[in-house]
């Protein structure tokens, strides 16, 4: 499908993502307010649990985005049977990760928790969670390869229909599986990692069907995998290594903030959970117009309309922003009311005002900012991208680490999120300026 730079383009292919999104939100708020009323362990280990299984997931993120990119370009092109090839033989990359990354999280979670966390308790629920939960990178693999298909096709409708099945199964099954109702067992922690994986089930399952059933589909030639061939492979890993070593840089050092917010204490841990809870209603927006100028850029220069990209991104951007304000200030205004639903604890709500007000601003500033360094990527210029956030990164993990040893305290360290968006933004924006990415083929 060969798209253009206008408003509504920009919204059909971003509003799907975006409510696409907003479930995946739901879900892990739902996760945060069931495990919340259990305790404040079992909602810091789930939150530690479920950042160390995202560090692996952003993996299989990064491929998705080549192999969106890449699907995007061909669309673009009207070249529907190379999609087909790149679909195929795609495949096989990502069974491999779905297999390598099962055995890491199951394998090295059981070295790594105990050493990165103080708390005994903590550590073994984390644990917990952590070995129940990796057995859904196989169905979340599914997923990442189904939401990458669309999106470079730009058709979204189907993302918006999969993730309700899933959100609205996870919260069924988190109210079963976690308190213990309906004559099921009250697995706690281990509840809410099953629950997530029955409901990734279920929507991978919608995907796989839906792309059988679909006759549009025919033109793709799907499914024939004795057209499967190496290069393809190749040029699919050679476009989504530096976004993989992106992501994980990102999730790692997002890992690593909250570890050290660990050691500040549980009253900071519990806080700094709430305030993600929030923070992710916020990023909302902000991802699916992210993900749609990433795709949408890719087809432009598929249709070899470079003059348009620059236009879309700006568009893109505004869009992207002013949604994200107007979340904001709704946020701020009702910040108790949306904090108290999250946590019943006076003192965590106290102390979360502050720091939501820190990270509304990084959100305006990630509205921006995220468009940004993935219409970079959009173009194919992923190792530029990976440069862009080895350098952002430096940074945001210095200032955390100064903050860790001069015992700033917690409202410094959340400033963190504002300094490396910001520096995402410029270095992002100005490689998109000097015009070095309209040569790019892939």
Same mark, same amino acid.
């Given at each position: 499908?060969?798209?253009?730079?206008?408003?509504?383009?920009?919204?059909?292919?971003?509003?799907?993502?975006?409510?696409?999104?907003?479930?995946?939100?739901?879900?892990?708020?739902?996760?945060?307010?069931?495990?919340?009323?259990?305790?404040?362990?079992?909602?810091?280990?789930?939150?530690?649990?479920?950042?160390?299984?995202?560090?692996?997931?952003?993996?299989?993120?990064?491929?998705?985005?080549?192999?969106?990119?890449?699907?995007?370009?061909?669309?673009?092109?009207?070249?529907?049977?190379?999609?087909?090839?790149?679909?195929?033989?795609?495949?096989?990359?990502?069974?491999?990760?779905?297999?390598?990354?099962?055995?890491?999280?199951?394998?090295?979670?059981?070295?790594?928790?105990?050493?990165?966390?103080?708390?005994?308790?903590?550590?073994?629920?984390? &644990?917990?969670?952590?070995?129940?939960?990796?057995?859904?990178?196989?169905?979340?693999?599914?997923?990442?390869?189904?939401?990458?298909?669309?999106?470079?096709?730009?058709?979204?409708?189907?993302?918006?229909?999969?993730?309700?099945?899933?959100?609205?199964?996870?919260?069924?099954?988190?109210?079963?599986?976690?308190?213990?109702?309906?004559?099921?067992?009250?697995?706690?922690?281990?509840?809410?990692?099953?629950?997530?994986?029955?409901?990734?089930?279920?929507?991978?399952?919608?995907?796989?069907?839906?792309?059988?059933?679909?006759?549009?589909?025919?033109?793709?030639?799907?499914?024939?995998?004795?057209?499967?061939?190496?290069?393809?492979?190749?040029?699919?890993?050679?476009?989504?290594?530096?976004?993989?070593?992106?992501?994980?840089?990102?999730?790692?050092?997002?890992?690593?903030?909250?570890?050290?917010?660990?050691?500040?204490?549980?009253?900071?841990?519990?806080?700094?959970?709430?305030?993600?809870?929030?923070?992710?209603?916020?990023?909302?927006?902000?991802?699916?117009?992210?993900?749609?100028?990433?795709?949408?850029?890719?087809?432009?220069?598929?249709?070899?309309?470079?003059?348009?990209?620059?236009?879309?991104?700006?568009?893109?951007?505004?869009?992207?922003?002013?949604?994200?304000?107007?979340?904001? &200030?709704?946020? &701020?205004?009702?910040?108790?009311?949306?904090?108290?639903?999250?946590?019943?604890?006076?003192?965590?709500?106290?102390?979360?005002?502050?720091?939501?007000?820190?990270?509304?601003?990084?959100?305006?500033?990630?509205?921006?900012?995220?468009?940004?360094?993935?219409?970079?990527?959009?173009?194919?210029?992923?190792?530029?991208?990976?440069?862009?956030?080895?350098?952002?990164?430096?940074?945001?993990?210095?200032?955390?680490?100064?903050?860790?040893?001069?015992?700033?305290?917690?409202?410094?360290?959340?400033?963190?999120?504002?300094?490396?968006?910001?520096?995402?933004?410029?270095?992002?924006?100005?490689?998109?300026?000097?015009?070095?990415?309209?040569?790019?083929?892939?």
């Amino acid at each position: 499908m060969q798209i253009g730079s206008s408003y509504s383009d920009i919204l059909k292919v971003a509003f799907p993502i975006i409510v696409a999104s907003l479930v995946h939100t739901i879900i892990g708020i739902t996760d945060i307010i069931f495990l919340g009323n259990l305790g404040d362990v079992q909602l810091g280990a789930a939150s530690l649990g479920m950042l160390f299984y995202f560090v692996i997931y952003m993996i299989g993120v990064g491929l998705g985005t080549g192999y969106q990119i890449s699907i995007a370009r061909r669309s673009g092109e009207g070249n529907h049977s190379s999609i087909g090839l790149i679909h195929d033989s795609g495949w096989l990359v990502f069974a491999l990760y779905a297999i390598v990354g099962f055995l890491i999280l199951v394998l090295s979670s059981f070295y790594l928790m105990p050493l990165l966390i103080d708390d005994e308790e903590l550590s073994s629920l984390s &644990l917990e969670y952590i070995f129940h939960r990796s057995w859904g990178i196989f169905f979340a693999t599914a997923i990442i390869v189904y939401r990458s298909f669309y999106t470079g096709i730009a058709r979204t409708n189907i993302i918006t229909y999969a993730s309700l099945i899933m959100a609205l199964s996870n919260i069924a099954l988190n109210y079963v599986l976690i308190y213990g109702f309906y004559g099921f067992p009250a697995w706690g922690v281990k509840g809410a990692a099953i629950a997530s994986n029955i409901s990734e089930l279920l929507a991978a399952a919608i995907f796989f069907c839906y792309t059988l059933l679909r006759k549009n589909n025919s033109k793709y030639k799907l499914f024939a995998f004795s057209n499967m061939k190496r290069e393809i492979n190749l040029q699919l890993l050679s476009l989504s290594s530096p976004v993989i070593i992106q992501n994980v840089l990102s999730m790692g050092s997002w890992f690593i903030f909250f570890l050290l917010i660990e050691k500040l204490g549980s009253l900071e841990l519990a806080i700094s959970n709430v305030v993600r809870s929030i923070y992710m209603i916020a990023m909302v927006p902000v991802w699916g117009f992210a993900l749609a100028a990433n795709s949408m850029v890719s087809n432009l220069l598929g249709q070899n309309l470079k003059s348009q990209v620059f236009i879309l991104i700006r568009k893109t951007a505004i869009v992207s922003f002013a949604i994200t304000s107007i979340l904001i &200030l709704l946020s &701020l205004y009702f910040d108790r009311q949306l904090l108290s639903i999250a946590t019943n604890s006076e003192n965590v709500v106290d102390g979360s005002i502050t720091i939501l007000r820190i990270v509304g601003l990084a959100s305006i500033c990630i509205s921006v900012s995220n468009v940004l360094i993935l219409s970079v990527s959009g173009t194919g210029a992923t190792k530029m991208a990976l440069l862009i956030e080895v350098i952002c990164i430096s940074i945001y993990l210095g200032y955390l680490f100064y903050c860790h040893t001069t015992k700033a305290g917690l409202k410094a360290m959340w400033y963190s999120e504002i300094i490396y968006w910001i520096s995402i933004g410029l270095f992002s924006y100005m490689y998109l300026r000097s015009g070095k990415w309209s040569n790019k083929t892939i």
